[in-house]
């Protein structure tokens, strides 16, 4: 019906109101879609007090709901009430119960501090409050080097210290921490005034690809003895039936030849962490397994006897990839 009332000529702004404050206060006061209709059309008629009233309504009949928790805070800042803004995202960081979610509205509030209130610390105490309540999730330590790199000088010592927070935990995967060891590496190749700096990371990191080989090893023998056949029991041969004719076993031979040996050479063979060939000269492509955007990150021909090894490498995907 509200489609017939736009689409008709002359001005049913009164007759549009009508139809959804009937709609949503009588006959659907839960239906969260006809709530963000009237809301967006309320906003389109610079009435941004009623549709911050209707939000707020269904906020409440139906409460944990990101869309509509988005279209508050969204509303707030378009109507230039940057610290409703900011009280609701908080509101709802701190009332939510599900971490994830909790910590996608701490990213969101973290960009709106950086970009649209220009208060990069307060970005960060927001971010770094998160990773207290989740501390082995990659994706918060990335935003924080994200917002760190928005420094202008950059603070090499700031940023080192976001990628370090992540890499020393114990907890945390090993393969992300294999990533961010590599995006140390670059970063420091890339803003580091010490070479001695970047070999240190490029130890760092080797250590990680040892650790992370020798977790990967250790599950395949685990996965491989939990697979292995029982043993066969011993029974007694004088119970055992006379062997069957020459003419019957032909009937049974399925196949003449020996089963295939066992693929071990499947194990870091064209793995994550390269080849089996030894890191001395440099270490492979590591890129993460799900992300087609980056790109290939190939050896840095990195020597273990000192800057004068120091040789060429192609660069791969940005450090503060999210």
Same mark, same amino acid.
């Given at each position: ?245 020459? =003419?019957? %076993?032909?009937?049974?031979?399925? /196949? ?5 040996? @066992? $693929?071990?050479? !499947?194990?870091? #063979? *064209? ?10 000269? =440099?270490? %492979?492509?590591?890129?993460?397994? /799900? ?5 290939? @990150? $190939?050896?840095? !021909?990195?020597? #273990? *006897? ?10 791969? =995907? ?5």
């Amino acid at each position: 019906f509200v489609r017939y009332l736009e689409s008709l000529k002359g001005d049913n702004t009164e007759k549009i109101r009508d139809v959804y404050s009937r709609a949503c206060m009588v006959h659907h006061p839960k239906k969260p879609n006809l709530h963000l209709q009237w809301a967006i059309f309320e906003e389109g008629q610079d009435n941004f007090e009623k549709a911050a009233d209707i939000l707020e309504n269904i906020d409440t009949a139906l409460p944990n709901m990101l869309q509509v928790a988005y279209r508050r805070i969204n509303l707030e800042r378009r109507r230039a009430d940057l610290e409703k803004a900011c009280t609701l995202y908080e509101n709802y960081i701190s009332n939510s119960k599900n971490r994830t979610i909790a910590n996608n509205i701490a990213v969101k509030y973290a960009r709106f501090l950086c970009k649209v209130k220009n208060d990069v610390d307060k970005a960060i105490k927001v971010l770094m409050k998160a990773t207290d309540k989740d501390k082995d999730n990659p994706r918060l330590y990335l935003q924080l080097i994200d917002l760190a790199m928005q420094r202008t000088p950059v603070d090499t010592l700031e940023i080192v210290g976001y990628m370090d927070m992540f890499i020393e935990r114990e907890h945390a995967d090993l393969e992300q921490r294999v990533l961010f060891a590599q995006r140390k590496v670059e970063f420091l190749e890339d803003f580091s005034p010490d070479i001695r700096q970047v070999l240190k990371a490029h130890e760092q990191f080797q250590k990680c690809i040892k650790q992370a080989k020798e977790r990967k090893k250790t599950k395949g023998e685990d996965n491989k003895t939990d697979s292995s056949p029982p043993k066969k029991v011993k029974t007694d041969q004088s119970n055992v039936p006379p062997p069957p004719s020459v =003419g019957s %076993q032909s009937s049974y031979q399925y /196949s003449s030849g020996p089963s295939g040996p @066992y $693929q071990s050479q !499947q194990q870091f #063979q *064209g793995g994550q962490y390269g080849g089996q060939g030894g890191y001395q000269q =440099g270490y %492979q492509q590591y890129p993460p397994p /799900s992300d087609p955007n980056y790109a290939n @990150y $190939q050896n840095w !021909q990195y020597g #273990q *006897g000192g800057p004068q090894a120091y040789g060429p490498y192609n660069q791969w =995907g940005s450090y503060n990839y999210y």
